[in-house]
């Protein structure tokens, strides 16, 4: 889905329909990102097709492939790619995200999700996916046993004495021997402690247990709000909740989405804005909306508000963050499902912001200095077009402003966030 | 373990004994086997730490995550990776696997294991590995549903039509909707069809159960004997029952392994090989020997043969074929413990030849020529150093009896190993 985050880019006359597999547009948008000294490359994922295909590429390359193909491009720019705790295994998966972690030289990001989908169930096993808070209680223990095993090698137990024939103090490679509800794990991980200590968290569900397994493991968190009252709202509970599961509140760095259509004036970004919503197919929007909020597409009316039958019943067990934002809004703003799937066509229920450079400095501006936001996920709605007209026209602004780097200062994402390599659990601190 | 094939190999003087986790030393393999126009690099793998690390390097990168670094640094050479379908699901893997043949451009090769060993299991939360044939059965279910998966999009199911906004064919993305005794999976992938159709499929395991899955599935055989009698057998016994299994012979290439100590002499051999036996430390010989055997080391005596229990009991679970090569060679040659642990220090039981580069050229070819093998894997003791000896002064001879490529002529490892792209299961033929 990568011709950009908005869901017709594809059909604009100079996107690529078939990026999704091109790796040459990967490394431009990486290039691109780099050049302007972001912090992070982020990349959405789900082990399942996305929808039919008939409107919207509907599958890309499995994330830490692509990210550890364009770490060979890069130097800096970190690499967080999304990768399911429901259905993987926690071995497995320490071990590559540590990998990646070592041929990046300490770039690389693992956003946690739990999977809500019952089209991901299908394609491993399951009738229907695990309710929401046992797929909590599954990452919780995936992310203990995680951190255990990229803590399995301290940093000095490979000795390497040519002379006497001893590589390593077996003393300083420690077994997890985790034994839990979900899983039994032995260790120790057959790789070393990655640079980073362990690859930067991020986690981007904002429900109850999202919010709770946030504010225990993330160190970064993706996020999406509609109103800046909504975004100041999460942040200070996150904040909270942090500060109450016994780490420091800048330990974790919330960093909303926004999706900008960017003009020289008010007009021109409308225009812009006009110009992707022509291109929507509804009924690719009406699937969308219907996966979400699980329902067949046919109980919506385009030119009515959503049905009753949505709005008065309990939480789902799928991506409940994602539905209750979609309510919240349409209530709040009283839209019809057309004018619904006008708003969530630009970047899924990410903030959506029109308007010039300036206003967009301002409105950035406005949302980090008053407690909504420590940084911003820039979802450009065409890649790599929109992206290179942001960094182009809005970078310099929030330079100006000594808002954004002038260039890199660390080497590693952790570094690019402030935040510090985690001590190893299985060092004796002297 | 990638200073070198050998088990003391990290403790020569030239060797890096960080080489694991240094891409620069692998992007140097890379760059040294392509530029010397080798079909493919194959890396081997398994899931658990490789002993106790004390005295050999115990870890390695994630192989594909390795693998997809080097694609970005060589154009041509072929990338084979073990991965066990004991310890994977296969949607995960599948994908894994069309993502790196796609960001390779169809160079991506699979080395199906079943994982022996109790310490895997440990890692997944098993008391012990599963007995040999449900492991095989499960592998066997594994590939149906990985090339189905793969299968899963037509070649042409892309419309990408900008103007009416169609996307994708849904008629030509493929459910699965695979129900067997292991899995359940729906389908389809959700990335394309990867560029060699399937990745290519390789195999390594010599027992009954890995001889049958071979003949029905493989594409290639990694293979390991200890003389040319053997691997002659071998060589017929597959090709045998791959045509029993319905498929052509030459569908499947046979590829026995060669450890290579090359002298300008016969004695400048012997020296090298012995420097290399004289920094082995027993005592890692002995616990490597006691796992393939499943026994505890002290049942050995460096003096004695193999001892009577290990002789006279029924077939093991583990590693069937390795056991079963090194109780052969044991017997046949009436090797004492200590000569044993000096055959397999140079490769594990795969074929150790020492001599010079026109003696290794003869052996090489009398094998080829001989109906026991179809090319062979070089495992040089020592990397790189022993490779560039094998590349400087054993493939010019070869080449100058056109048995060795002057240059790639294809761009895939399907091309450099004459298979052919397999034909898409939902197709229909016309």
């Known amino acids: 889905m990568e011709a950009g985050h908005h869901e017709a880019a594809w059909r604009l006359p100079e996107s690529n329909p078939r990026a999704d597999f091109d790796l040459s547009h990967w490394i431009r948008l990486a290039t691109v990102a780099e050049a302007a000294k972001f912090d992070s490359l982020f990349l959405a994922d789900g082990p399942a097709l996305t929808?039919?295909?008939?409107?919207?590429?509907?599958?890309?390359?499995?994330?830490?492939?692509?990210?550890?193909?364009?770490?060979?491009?890069?130097s800096r720019i970190g690499l967080i790619a999304t990768v399911s705790s429901t259905y993987n295994e926690p071995y497995n998966l320490a071990r590559r995200l540590a990998s990646v972690d070592h041929v990046s030289g300490g770039r690389a990001g693992w956003n946690v999700v739990t999977s809500a989908?019952?089209?991901?169930?299908a394609n491993f096993g399951l009738d229907d996916r695990p309710d929401h808070a046992a797929r909590y209680a599954r990452a919780d223990e995936f992310l203990t046993i995680a951190k255990a095993l990229w803590d399995s090698w301290e940093h000095d137990a490979v000795l390497a004495?040519?002379?006497?024939?001893?590589?390593?103090?077996?003393?300083?490679?420690?077994?997890v021997d985790h034994v839990g509800d979900h899983f039994k794990v032995a260790g120790p991980l057959n790789v070393e402690r990655p640079p980073q200590g362990h690859p930067l968290l991020v986690q981007a569900g904002s429900s109850e247990d999202g919010k709770n397994f946030a504010a225990r493991h993330a160190e970064?968190?993706?996020?999406?709000?509609?109103?800046?009252?909504?975004?100041?709202?999460?942040?200070?509970?996150?904040?909270?909740?942090?500060?109450?599961?016994?780490?420091h509140p800048d330990s974790?760095?919330?960093?909303?989405?926004?999706?900008?259509?960017?003009?020289?004036?008010?007009?021109?970004?409308?225009?812009?804005?006009?110009?992707?919503?022509?291109?929507?197919?509804?009924?690719?929007?009406?699937?969308?909306?219907?996966?979400?909020?699980?329902?067949?597409?046919?109980?919506?009316?385009?030119?009515?508000?959503?049905?009753?039958?949505?709005?008065?019943?309990?939480?789902?067990?799928?991506?409940?963050?994602?539905?209750d934002l979609i309510i919240d809004m349409a209530v709040r703003e009283h839209l019809t499902v057309g004018e619904i799937l006008s708003r969530l066509g630009g970047g899924r229920g990410h903030f959506?912001?029109?308007?010039?450079?300036?206003?967009?400095?301002?409105?950035?501006?406005?949302?980090?200095?008053?407690?909504?936001?420590?940084?911003?996920?820039?979802?450009?709605?065409?890649?790599?077009?929109?992206?290179?007209?942001?960094?182009?026209?809005?970078?310099p602004i929030l330079r100006g402003k000594g808002l954004f780097r002038e260039d890199y200062s660390g080497a590693t994402l952790r570094e690019h966030y402030g935040l510090a390599v985690p001590p190893n659990q299985f060092r004796a601190t002297s």
């Open 51 to 74: 929808g039919s295909g008939e409107f919207r590429p509907p599958g890309q390359l499995e994330p830490f492939t692509l990210l550890t193909a364009l770490s060979q491009h890069t």
């Open 117 to 121: 989908g019952a089209d991901e169930a």
């Open 161 to 175: 004495d040519k002379e006497s024939g001893r590589y390593a103090d077996p003393n300083r490679l420690h077994a």
């Open 220 to 247: 970064a968190i993706f996020t999406a709000h509609q109103t800046y009252e909504r975004a100041a709202d999460f942040y200070r509970d996150i904040k909270t909740r942090t500060a109450a599961a016994g780490r």
């Open 252 to 323: 974790v760095v919330v960093l909303p989405g926004i999706v900008p259509f960017i003009g020289s004036t008010e007009a021109e970004a409308n225009d812009l804005a006009r110009q992707f919503d022509d291109l929507r197919v509804p009924e690719y929007g009406l699937s969308q909306l219907a996966w979400n909020l699980e329902v067949e597409p046919s109980v919506f009316d385009l030119n009515a508000p959503l049905p009753d039958l949505i709005l008065q019943r309990p939480k789902l067990q799928g991506s409940q963050s994602r539905s």
């Open 352 to 395: 959506t912001f029109v308007g010039t450079p300036e206003q967009a400095t301002d409105t950035v501006i406005s949302w980090f200095e008053g407690g909504a936001a420590d940084g911003f996920n820039v979802m450009a709605p065409a890649l790599p077009s929109q992206l290179e007209v942001f960094v182009e026209h809005v970078l």
